[in-house]
């Protein structure tokens, strides 16, 4: 048996991921006392009153105290949590709700709607950039809705300040099927051959760039498939390359809890915890949650680049290299990296959609597939400034 715990491994490789040493984490249970500001433990996952503690988010040490153990429940105990009442007046939900409502019915008619990363067929709509639509639609809603001293202090504990916040509304109807078992973003949106060209210690360093949320906007009884999770799992350092496998995602399956939430609840968990969204089989309660995906200030560039015109240089003396046979591919596959950005985030999912069901291609893949096409520089610079407005705002 490969033992993770204490990892001496360069890379994971789906093949030694152990489902044993999986089980012994799984196994543990959430004790109270290491959870003390918790009003309770249910299914291992802490509950937090936030009726009760919304007072004490006003006092430094108090607030300090309180993210120390949001902190140590998402990286080393259950790795998530809910606030119940995370908004003491649910009344500013509502009006967001009925302005996405909006805003779904536009884009149906339009574009027919977003889609999703990791759900199967099913009756669901789904908002890309809910933050920035809300805010230009009704900025009054907008400050009201995220003027949220809760929210700030769990974003705050994982992430540090200065985090930046983004939301994707899904709302799922009745009928609506299940998500398979994943980890979130930014490993869990790689393909399994370019996650498993990290090193291992980029597995462990991703979850702590990211933290997510969701946020009720209506009452989710079991019925209208509340999130299902496996409290733990996400100390399971090669978890990005395990949970494709099929005995991971039927472990999954057999021990994952879910919770009902009621509106103005909120639940945030650890990236890399396994987890999936649930089937609605109610007959008549349409499931709406505020997905909050919120990044780390430190997930930046020291300098800011114009990649755009890098690559309009560039490509031509790759091209002519290429085709004189002047340069090595490995040496080439350098020149891009040091010029075209390798990373499809950030994007418009509207506009740039995952093109294998998890990330667009992004500006250096195109780099890559334009030398091997032998695209024409004009028609290279035509389709960089497409790739450009697809990305914008």
């Known amino acids: 048996m490969t033992n993770h715990t204490e990892t001496s491994v360069a890379y994971y490789d789906p093949q030694t991921c152990d489902l044993g040493e999986f089980k012994a984490l799984i196994d543990q249970e959430t004790r109270p006392e290491t959870v003390p ?17 919304r007072g004490a988010l006003d006092d430094v040490s108090t607030r300090r105290a ?11 105990g259950a790795g998530v949590l809910v606030l119940k009442s995370a908004y003491a007046d649910t009344e500013v939900l509502d009006r967001a709700t009925a302005i996405y409502a909006d805003i779904i019915a536009r884009e149906k008619a339009g574009t027919g709607g977003g889609g999703d990363h990791f759900a199967a067929a099913g009756a669901n709509d789904r908002i890309w950039n809910a933050l920035q639509k809300l805010c230009e639609a009704a900025p009054d809603v907008f400050l009201d809705y995220f003027a949220n001293a809760a929210i700030a202090a769990v974003c705050e504990a994982w992430l540090g300040p200065n985090y930046q916040m983004t939301a994707q509304v899904n709302l799922v109807h009745p009928g609506g099927a299940a998500q398979q078992a994943h980890r979130d973003y930014h490993l869990g949106f790689q393909t399994a051959e370019l996650s498993a060209s990290y090193p291992a210690h980029v597995h462990e360093v ?3 760039l ?13 019925e209208s498939g509340p999130t299902k999770l496996l409290p733990f799992s996400q100390a399971y350092r090669p978890g990005y390359a395990a949970w494709r496998r099929e005995d991971f995602r039927a472990l999954f399956e057999e021990r994952h809890v879910q919770l009902p939430l009621s509106k103005g609840d909120a639940v945030f968990f650890n990236p890399a915890l396994f987890h999936a969204a649930g089937a609605n089989t109610s007959a008549d309660i349409h499931r709406f949650v505020n997905l909050l995906q919120v990044s780390s200030a430190f997930g930046r560039a020291m300098e ?6 890098m690559c309009r240089l560039v490509y031509p003396q790759a091209l002519r290299a290429q085709k004189a046979g002047t340069i090595s591919a490995a040496d080439l596959s350098a020149g891009i990296a040091a010029t075209a950005e390798g990373y499809s985030f950030p994007t418009n999912l509207d506009r740039d959609p995952p093109t294998n069901g998890l990330a ?3 500006q250096a893949a195109f780099f890559a597939r334009a030398l091997s096409e032998g695209l024409a520089p004009q028609e290279f610079d035509a389709q960089l400034k497409e790739m450009r407005r697809a990305k914008e705002a």
């Open 360 to 362: 667009p291609e992004t």
């Open 66 to 76: 309180l993210m120390a153990e949001w902190a140590q429940v998402l990286r080393n």
């Open 206 to 208: 991703s979850p702590i």
């Open 210 to 222: 990211t933290l997510q949320g969701g946020i009720a906007h209506c009452d989710m009884p079991q």
């Open 37 to 53: 500001n918790a009003m309770a433990v249910e299914k291992n996952i802490p509950i937090y009153d936030m009726k009760t503690l």
């Open 304 to 309: 800011t680049i114009d990649r755009d015109k």
